[in-house]
Structure formats: structure tokens, C-alpha cells
């Protein structure tokens, strides 16, 4: 009997479950659950402070004994929804085992988006407090449904702009470091929002579009100009850099000193800024948390919008930069600066501060025990028996062996669990003969390695269920330091364990498909590289793509583009051996890598083998589909020694495959590295010709057959390289669409076309329309609005205007089109389908169209006297667009003949050399006005 008082005793001592954090002395006080979620990965610099503060601030509430349980979503690189659902699931796992909140704390937004996407109820219901929000409208839209308040973050981006004035009089710009992840575009668009405020010009530097060598290059060009770093973790190739490293890297490369609106590298490279203090942000949110669990209204506590920020500098750096402790604010707070009388002695002062708690702490610990010892042995027994009722209140399985393997104590989750009362007995005589034995086994290993042993134990309940229990076995020893026996606890974790399955696989697959995905193909592929190395072998790499998937995605939709890129994934795999590696990348993108091949032939044999699968026909919801697909190979050694190197060899080979005509492979050539430079370096000169504004525009007039004088003109657009001499748009307008660039040149192009209209129309030469090219890519959500804007400030006649775009885009049907275009068209503005014929229209949907005028294209014109398909073409283009009451314009008319034939089928507008060659505004008014004099 005195054993086991003596252990119930100590038992008492022990933190008992994650989730219990009170003493037997502070049984009096209410007991809370609190829980942080961060949005962050653990090492990311701020989360140590936030999670401490918040911790202390917890601590020293005299109110209540509160438990702090903290989460790390890591959400940063993982921001898909299937993420966020997947961790949703993982909490609601976590709530079945037992832990529930009184209440929660979200730091960041990918916390916050979480909670706000899945509703409180994946927190229990309970009231939220945020901080290091910066997503102004979401704060909105939690608070309008209650229970929600904290601190947003505040970018204090007026408050740099100022400081930047202050330090560099009469600066013409300021340029800008960012990344593209969400939580840096957030911030990027505050910063510009508060720059266009102040007519303050930015020169962004993304690596969402710029490899950290590319970074580099253009920062060492930079003398003396402010340099803003505002967020820099992975480039446009997915390689990452850390804090430390990335700020390290970008100040080694500037030739300016680097500012910063966040304090962490600050004094470690960064030459300061203006900054909010998240410490500061935890600590006022954590006293908000125990506000509320003092009994207060979360809907009372008003959101703080204005946190407070302060100037931070590197007083190291600042002299180096050649400014003083004068130039700056009178509050600036400096860092490495020269150290005081504090600095020098602060150590011995803690050293000697530390002893006195030391030998403070053991007397205390001496005189309680001795107070211990005189308790009655009344007051004993009330103990012991308390002890049992806290032991069999836990959910958890609680229990304790001697060292001869027989239960001494086991609490009431035991019991229940097993339908009977194992004290007496060992686990030979309460489970099977397989699972005592590993019980046993484990509970020798503990005791051989003299500390806590953790282990994953499976176990069938009395009632036929299987469950999954973590069971921590920590041996205990007497004064001797003789092993007297084994504590176990028992947490069922079968649907955590499920959750957390269920998360690593979404990290390392394509939900689509369930094919790997490129965080699995790197690891995998780098494994294989090991062993192709080992063993002297060869490694093949085939990067496929499928042939016009956009078009199927546009025309058909992508519920049938989703099913069909499911059965290529399914082919592809069941035809591959189970030692190669087949993943999806994304997209229509598959990469398939070979191992342990014989020879270069079996590899293109191989690889004509997967596009022949691919090619077969498809049957998905009444539609028969045939689709084709190209690859890039790069082979092991000879095509590159690395996994980035390999991938991106294929890539390349990949895209000669379909500048070469499509449904083909090609193999990687030294060449192709070549061609990639050349593209990089008309990218570069294309960004500096949207600069410059070095872009002309020709125009192209169109008759109506039979009259001298145009109605209507077409812009287009050309580049005079300084080099290259004119380049063709089908060379610029695909890089411009890929990077981007796309969107700024087609509202240049806008712009221009509309001004030289009017200036024609002022001096007389009066046409009806003018059409101007649109890119899909230019058609985003705010596409109308900022066409409206400019045609207001021209004072530009919506009537006068036509945009021309493609037949794949108006054919797609996308919510967003079709409202941009609505809107477009509600203001007056016509729409034309641009080379008409080449696409996937049907008439039920060309009717449904908003156009008013269709364009034959040049390839159906150009043989149209010779070749009765494209005779036939044209013919049912004009019946089918006169059915309509469409306009059609045939192009790229070059004789009388074409113009003949094509005046016969009913078409009455024409463009094309026959008539006049593109020319500049000024020639154009030149030729057209005279004739019309």
C-alpha cells in the first residue's frame, strides 16, 4: 500500500498530459486553454518572440492557469486551399483527442485566412485574436461576424517614405526587392498604393521573375540609390534562400545601402528603417486574450489599426553609408552601437545574480521539503485519494510496472480499455503473446537507455476496435539509482495519425492526379541521380507537355481539361516500371524519369512509346478527344550532373520539340543554352524598351470594296531593336505575354492607337474605328475599369473603338471574360474575333457571342481562288456571320482576284497589301487625307 501512495504522490509532480499545465496548488484557479497559431515555419525569425511574449504575458495573469498550446502552419510556400483544408482537418483531429480552446491567437494571415475559411468552428467556436494581419479586408470580414479583434500590421510605408526624404533630399526613385509569395505581394501593393499618393516612382525588383544571379546582376548597377528590401526568400526557379543567407547574398551584390520595413536583419546587413515591432503587437494581443477570458466581449475590444512603429538603424552601418547619429530622427533607436558600462559588466552581474538564485532556490526547495514531511498521515491519505479522481478524470492511459513487469497502478481509461483490472498482473496475462511481448521489449528499452522512450503501439479493445496509442515509458529509479519500475503514458492517436498522413501526402503529391509532385520528384530524382553515380549508369529525364491543353480548356472546359490530364497521368504511370519515376509538375507538365537503362536507343525508344499512349483517343463525358504531347530528354552524365540542371535541360529540349512542329521529342543540345540566353537577353531589352517607350505603331487601313477612302483602321505593333534591327511581334508579343510585360505594353499600345485617332479626327480625317489587338493575358478583373479610365481622360468616343481578340478566349466562357467584355460592351465598345476559322467555335456559341465583327484569316485568303476547302471556308464564314448580322473583314487581300472572290460570297470589307501596306500615323494621314482633299 505504501508504494503505491508513495507513486500516486509522484505522479502528482509530473506534467501529465500536453494539455495540463496546473499544479496541485493552483487547483483553486480557472483553468484556460489557449491556442497560437502562427502562420509561419518554426525558424522563421519572428516566431520565437511572438511565441514567447505572448507565453510570458499568459504567465503573469494571476486570474487564471492558462495553458498555452502552440501551432506552426509553415503556410508561406504552401498557400494552396488543399492545404489549408488539410490542416483544418488536422485541428479538428486534435480536438477530438481531448484538447479544446477557451481561446485563439492567429498570427499572420495565412492563420487568420485559415480560421476565416473554415469558421470558428475548427477552433471549437472560440473568440479569435489576431495580430500581423495585413490584409486590411479579411480583418473586415471577420469582424462582421463576430468574435474576432487584434492588431493589424500596418505597413508603415508614409512613414518610410518620409524618413527616405529626409535622408536622401530631391531621390528620383525608390527601388524595391520583393519575391511574389502572398504575403510580399500584399505588401508590395501597400507600398505602391502609398507611392502613387506621393507621385514617388518605384523600380521593383520581383524575383518572381528573376533568378537570384539575375537579382544580383541588376543590383550591382544600383550607386547610391535607396534600396528597399521587402521581402526576398525564393526566386523564379523555386530555390530558396533563408533570412540570414538572402539578406547576406543581396547586400554582398548592392552597390546602395539596404533599407528595410521589417526590424529582422537589422543589424545583421540591413541598414535599418521604419519598423513595427511585433513583440510589441504579441504582447498587446496577448493582453487582449486576457481581457476576453476575464469575462469581456471580443466584439467590445476595437481592432487596434494604428500599431506603433519606430526608426531602427544600424549605427555600424550608417557610418560606413557616411551618415551620423544627427541625420536621423531625434527617436531613432540604434543598434551596435559602441557598448557602455552596462555591456562591459553585464555578465558578471548576472553570473553573480544567477548564484544567489541558485543557492536562494535550493534552500527554499530544502525548507518545503522538510514542511512536506511533517504533513499527518491523514492528510496523506486525503492526498492519495485526490490523486486517483485527477488520474482517472484524464482521458489519456495512465499506468506504472514494477520492475519485474507486473501493474501496480493503472488509472480508469486502462480498465475501460481492456474490459478488466490489470493490477497483479503482466501484459502476458491482459494481451496476446505478440503484443506483451513488444510491450515488455519497450519497457526494457527504456530502462536500458535511463530516459523517457517514446514508441507507436497498436492495441484491440475489449470492444473489437483498433486504435493507435503514443505510450511514453519513462523508468524510475530509487535513492540508489536502482531501477524500481516503469510509468507509461497512452495517448490514442489514430485519427491525428490519419490527419497528419493525409497532410504529408498533399505536401509531396498533385492532389489532381496523385502522381508526385516537384518537391517529391527533386528528392526522388536526387536519389536516383546517387545510385546512376554509384553505379556508372545512365539517367534519362523526358519532359512532356500536351499539344494546345489551353485550347481544350478554353473551348471544351476545364472539367473535361481536369478529367483528361487524370487519364494521361493514369497512362503514363501504368506505363512506366515501378523503378522509374513518373510526377506531375503542374499544369499539362509531366516529367517521367528512366533509370538504369542500357542505352541511348531504348531511351527514345521509351519515349515514343509514352507519346504514342498518349496520343490514343480519350472518351470523357461524350467528348472524343485526341490529343497529342512533346518531350525534352536530358540524359545523365552527359546533359548535366544535377537535379535543376537536368530538369532544366529537358525544359529547354522540350521547347524546341514544339517550336520544331509539336508532337515530336527532342534531345537536349548545348545549343539549346545558348537559345535560352538569347530569349533572357530579349527580355531584358524588351523591359527596357517599355521603359523607354521605344515601341511604334504602324496602321493598316480597311475598305469597304469598291471605295477609295478607308472607314476603318487596324493599329500594329512593331519594335525597332537598336541591334536586331525590326523585330517581328510573333518573336516579342509570346515573351511579353510569358513575363508579363504584356499587360503594361497592351495598355501602351491602347493609349497611343486612341491618341493618334483623334488626332486625325482633328485634323479632318475622319474614320469610324479603330481596332487595337488584345492579349489574353490583358483580360484580368480590373481590364475594363482601366480601359474606361482611358478613354475618359482622352475623351475618346467608346463608338470608335474595336478590340480584336483571339477565338480560344471568347470561346472559353470564363465568368471573368464574359463580365469584363459585358462591361466593355455596355459602354459602347465593339469586339471583333481576330483570325477567324483557326479555333474551336460553334455556331450555338459564336451566337451567344458579344462581337459585331468576325476577321477571316489570311491563311484562308491567301489560296482562296486555288483551294476549294478554303473557298468553302470563307464562303460559310460570310453565310454564317450574314445569318448573324455580323461584320466580316477578310485579311491579308494581296490581288483583284482574291478581292473578286471574295466580293462575290457577300464579304463587303477588306485589308491586306493590295490596298496598302501598314504604315506610321503620319504617313497614314499624309496618303489618306490627300485623297480625301
Known amino acids: 500500500?505504501?508504494?503505491?501512495?508513495?507513486?500516486?504522490?509522484?505522479?502528482?509532480?509530473?506534467?501529465?498530459?500536453?494539455?495540463?499545465?496546473?499544479?496541485?496548488?493552483?487547483?483553486?484557479?480557472?483553468?484556460?486553454?489557449?491556442?497560437?497559431?502562427?502562420?509561419?515555419?518554426?525558424?522563421?525569425?519572428?516566431?520565437?518572440?511572438?511565441?514567447?511574449?505572448?507565453?510570458?504575458?499568459?504567465?503573469?495573469?494571476?486570474?487564471?492557469?492558462?495553458?498555452?498550446?502552440?501551432?506552426?502552419?509553415?503556410?508561406?510556400?504552401?498557400?494552396?486551399?488543399?492545404?489549408?483544408?488539410?490542416?483544418?482537418?488536422?485541428?479538428?483531429?486534435?480536438?477530438?483527442?481531448?484538447?479544446?480552446?477557451?481561446?485563439?491567437?492567429?498570427?499572420?494571415?495565412?492563420?487568420?485566412?485559415?480560421?476565416?475559411?473554415?469558421?470558428?468552428?475548427?477552433?471549437?467556436?472560440?473568440?479569435?485574436?489576431?495580430?500581423?494581419?495585413?490584409?486590411?479586408?479579411?480583418?473586415?470580414?471577420?469582424?462582421?461576424?463576430?468574435?474576432?479583434?487584434?492588431?493589424?500590421?500596418?505597413?508603415?510605408?508614409?512613414?518610410?517614405?518620409?524618413?527616405?526624404?529626409?535622408?536622401?533630399?530631391?531621390?528620383q526613385q525608390l527601388h524595391v526587392i520583393n519575391d511574389g509569395l502572398p504575403r510580399s505581394a500584399q505588401r508590395l501593393l501597400q507600398l505602391q498604393q502609398a507611392a502613387d499618393s506621393l507621385s514617388q516612382k518605384l523600380v521593383v525588383h520581383s524575383l518572381a521573375t528573376l533568378s537570384w544571379q539575375q537579382l544580383a546582376d541588376e543590383l550591382s548597377e544600383l550607386r547610391g540609390e535607396p534600396l528597399l528590401l521587402l521581402s526576398a526568400y525564393q526566386d523564379a526557379d523555386k530555390q530558396v534562400k533563408p533570412l540570414q543567407k538572402s539578406n547576406l547574398f543581396i547586400s554582398n551584390h548592392s552597390g546602395s545601402p539596404l533599407w528595410s520595413l521589417s526590424p529582422f536583419g537589422i543589424g545583421d546587413g540591413l541598414l535599418g528603417g521604419v519598423v513595427t515591432d511585433m513583440t510589441d503587437s504579441a504582447g498587446q494581443a496577448a493582453d487582449m486574450a486576457l481581457r476576453i477570458l476575464a469575462g469581456e466581449n471580443p466584439d467590445r475590444i476595437a481592432v487596434d489599426w494604428h500599431p506603433a512603429n519606430l526608426t531602427l538603424i544600424d549605427a555600424e552601418l550608417a557610418a560606413r553609408a557616411g551618415f551620423d547619429h544627427d541625420d536621423f530622427p531625434q527617436k531613432t533607436t540604434f543598434v551596435h552601437e559602441p557598448p557602455g558600462f552596462w555591456q562591459n559588466y553585464r555578465n558578471l552581474f548576472l553570473l553573480l545574480l544567477s548564484v544567489t538564485v541558485f543557492f536562494t532556490s535550493i534552500g527554499l526547495f530544502i525548507w518545503s521539503e522538510i514542511r512536506r514531511r511533517k504533513f499527518s498521515d491523514q492528510q496523506l491519505d486525503d492526498r492519495t485519494e485526490l490523486i486517483k479522481n485527477i488520474l482517472d478524470s484524464i482521458p489519456d492511459i495512465i499506468f506504472y510496472k514494477d520492475r519485474n513487469g507486473i501493474y501496480v497502478f493503472c488509472n480508469k481509461q486502462f480498465v475501460n480499455l481492456m474490459g478488466k483490472d490489470p493490477v497483479g498482473h503482466t501484459d502476458f496475462d491482459v494481451f496476446d503473446q505478440e503484443t506483451a511481448a513488444f510491450f515488455r521489449a519497450k519497457d526494457k528499452e527504456a530502462v536500458a537507455r535511463k530516459h523517457m522512450n517514446v514508441n507507436e503501439e497498436w492495441v484491440h479493445g475489449v470492444d473489437g476496435s483498433v486504435m493507435l496509442l503514443e505510450t511514453q515509458k519513462t523508468p524510475i529509479y530509487d535513492k540508489r539509482g536502482r531501477c524500481i519500475g516503469v510509468f507509461g503514458l497512452s495517448r490514442d492517436i489514430t485519427e491525428l495519425k490519419k490527419a497528419q498522413q493525409n497532410l504529408e501526402h498533399i505536401a509531396h503529391h498533385d492532389v489532381l492526379t496523385g502522381l508526385p509532385n516537384r518537391l517529391s520528384l527533386n528528392k526522388k530524382l536526387e536519389y536516383a541521380l546517387n545510385m546512376a553515380r554509384r553505379g556508372g549508369e545512365l539517367l534519362a529525364v523526358i519532359f512532356l507537355d500536351l499539344d494546345r491543353f489551353k485550347d481544350?480548356?478554353?473551348?471544351?472546359?476545364?472539367?473535361?481539361?481536369?478529367?483528361?490530364?487524370?487519364?494521361?497521368?493514369?497512362?503514363?504511370?501504368?506505363?512506366?516500371?515501378?523503378?522509374?519515376?513518373?510526377?506531375?509538375?503542374?499544369?499539362?507538365?509531366?516529367?517521367?524519369?528512366?533509370?538504369?537503362?542500357?542505352?541511348?536507343?531504348?531511351?527514345?525508344?521509351?519515349?515514343?512509346?509514352?507519346?504514342?499512349?498518349?496520343?490514343?483517343?480519350?472518351?470523357?463525358?461524350?467528348?472524343?478527344?485526341?490529343?497529342?504531347?512533346?518531350?525534352?530528354?536530358?540524359?545523365?552524365?552527359?546533359?548535366?550532373?544535377?537535379?535543376?540542371?537536368?530538369?532544366?535541360n529537358a525544359d529547354a529540349a522540350l521547347h524546341k520539340a514544339k517550336e520544331l512542329g509539336r508532337n515530336r521529342s527532342f534531345h537536349y543540345q548545348r545549343e539549346l543554352t545558348d537559345s535560352i540566353h538569347s530569349r533572357m537577353s530579349l527580355e531584358q531589352d524588351l523591359r527596357s524598351a517599355l521603359e523607354s517607350h521605344s515601341f511604334m505603331l504602324n496602321y493598316q487601313p480597311q475598305f469597304r470594296v469598291g471605295e477609295a477612302m478607308p472607314r476603318r483602321v487596324e493599329a500594329l505593333l512593331r519594335w525597332p531593336h537598336p541591334v536586331r534591327g525590326l523585330i517581328s511581334p510573333h518573336d516579342f508579343i509570346p515573351l511579353a505575354e510569358t513575363s508579363g510585360m504584356i499587360v503594361e505594353l497592351g495598355y501602351w499600345v491602347l493609349r497611343s492607337a486612341c491618341q493618334q485617332f483623334l488626332f486625325w479626327r482633328q485634323q479632318g480625317l475622319i474614320l469610324d474605328k479603330i481596332s487595337v489587338n488584345v492579349s489574353p493575358i490583358q483580360i484580368n478583373s480590373s481590364f475594363a475599369s482601366t480601359v474606361a479610365d482611358i478613354l475618359q481622360y482622352l475623351d475618346f468616343d467608346p463608338r470608335w473603338l474595336e478590340l480584336e481578340v483571339t477565338e480560344s478566349l471568347m470561346m472559353s466562357g470564363t465568368t471573368e471574360v464574359s463580365q469584363q467584355i459585358s462591361e466593355l460592351r455596355a459602354m459602347g465598345v465593339d469586339f471583333a474575333i481576330d483570325d477567324f476559322g483557326t479555333g474551336y467555335s460553334s455556331l450555338s456559341k459564336i451566337k451567344s457571342m458579344p462581337v459585331t465583327v468576325l476577321k477571316i484569316d489570311q491563311s484562308f485568303v491567301r489560296d482562296i481562288n486555288d483551294d476549294i476547302n478554303d473557298y468553302e471556308i470563307a464562303r460559310a464564314i460570310v453565310l454564317m456571320a450574314k445569318s448573324l448580322g455580323l461584320i466580316v473583314v477578310a485579311e491579308g487581300v494581296e490581288n483583284k482576284e482574291q478581292e473578286g472572290t471574295l466580293h462575290r460570297l457577300g464579304c463587303e470589307w477588306v485589308q491586306g497589301y493590295y490596298y496598302a501596306m501598314p504604315m506610321d500615323g503620319e504617313a497614314f494621314y499624309q496618303r489618306y487625307f490627300a485623297e480625301l482633299q
Open 1 to 171: 500500500m505504501k508504494i503505491r501512495l508513495h507513486l500516486l504522490l509522484w505522479l502528482l509532480m509530473l506534467p501529465l498530459t500536453p494539455a495540463m499545465g496546473a499544479t496541485a496548488g493552483a487547483s483553486s484557479l480557472a483553468a484556460a486553454h489557449v491556442l497560437l497559431l502562427l502562420s509561419y515555419e518554426p525558424l522563421f525569425p519572428a516566431a520565437d518572440n511572438i511565441v514567447n511574449t505572448v507565453q510570458h504575458a499568459l504567465n503573469r495573469n494571476p486570474q487564471h492557469d492558462i495553458t498555452l498550446h502552440v501551432e506552426f502552419m509553415d503556410s508561406d510556400l504552401q498557400a494552396t486551399e488543399e492545404y489549408f483544408h488539410a490542416y483544418a482537418q488536422l485541428l479538428r483531429a486534435k480536438q477530438q483527442q481531448g484538447e479544446r480552446y477557451d481561446l485563439v491567437i492567429v498570427a499572420g494571415d495565412g492563420a487568420l485566412k485559415l480560421v476565416a475559411a473554415e469558421g470558428r468552428e475548427v477552433v471549437g467556436q472560440a473568440p479569435v485574436v489576431f495580430l500581423g494581419v495585413s490584409d486590411s479586408e479579411m480583418i473586415r470580414h471577420v469582424q462582421s461576424q463576430g468574435g474576432y479583434t487584434g492588431i493589424y500590421d500596418a505597413l508603415p510605408v508614409y512613414e518610410f517614405m518620409a524618413l527616405m526624404r529626409y535622408l536622401y533630399p530631391g531621390f
Open 552 to 648: 481544350i480548356n478554353d473551348t471544351i472546359g476545364h472539367d473535361i481539361g481536369d478529367l483528361l490530364l487524370k487519364d494521361v497521368a493514369h497512362r503514363l504511370h501504368n506505363n512506366v516500371r515501378d523503378s522509374d519515376i513518373c510526377a506531375r509538375l503542374g499544369g499539362d507538365e509531366f516529367v517521367v524519369v528512366l533509370s538504369r537503362i542500357d542505352g541511348e536507343e531504348r531511351i527514345q525508344e521509351k519515349c515514343d512509346q509514352l507519346l504514342q499512349v498518349i496520343s490514343r483517343p480519350y472518351s470523357l463525358q461524350g467528348h472524343l478527344l485526341s490529343v497529342f504531347a512533346s518531350a525534352g530528354i536530358s540524359i545523365y552524365p552527359q546533359h548535366g550532373n544535377s537535379v535543376d540542371e537536368l530538369i532544366r
